[in-house]
């Protein structure tokens, strides 16, 4: 069984910043992708990064200049450095991996962006 476990989430007051690690454990032959995804109370479920095995990063309009996606392939790790952050950002933020050719999904980190 693959277990992906998010750590870092927390409270900031705006324009602080966080970091976001995501540690996929288990039998894994192969991580194609990485992300991580957010859902905020009343809404649905958004991409807000994701970066492949080769390096190629994506990143959601609503954050770009302000997260970066990074992984460490020996570590099958995935980190999110979040600075200037928004009251906006404030909301679950999931761990997300292709891992042996499946989808799997961390339960969840809260980050809360408030004065």
């Known amino acids: 069984q693959v277990q992906l476990v998010e750590s870092g989430g927390g409270l900031v007051q705006p324009g602080g910043s966080l970091r976001l690690s995501c540690a996929a454990s288990?039998?894994?032959?192969?991580?194609?992708?990485m992300g991580w995804y957010r859902q905020a109370p009343g809404k649905q479920r958004e991409l807000v990064a994701r970066i492949t095995s080769g390096g190629t990063t994506t990143h959601a309009d609503s954050v770009k200049g302000r997260f970066t996606i990074s992984r460490d392939n020996a570590k099958n790790t995935v980190y999110l450095q979040m600075s200037s952050l928004k009251p906006e950002d404030t909301a679950v933020y999931y761990c997300?991996?292709?891992?042996?050719?499946?989808?799997?999904w961390g339960q969840g980190t809260q980050v809360t962006v408030s004065s």
């Open positions: 997300n991996a292709y891992v042996n050719y499946q989808t799997y």
């Open positions: 288990g039998v894994i032959f192969n991580i194609n992708a």
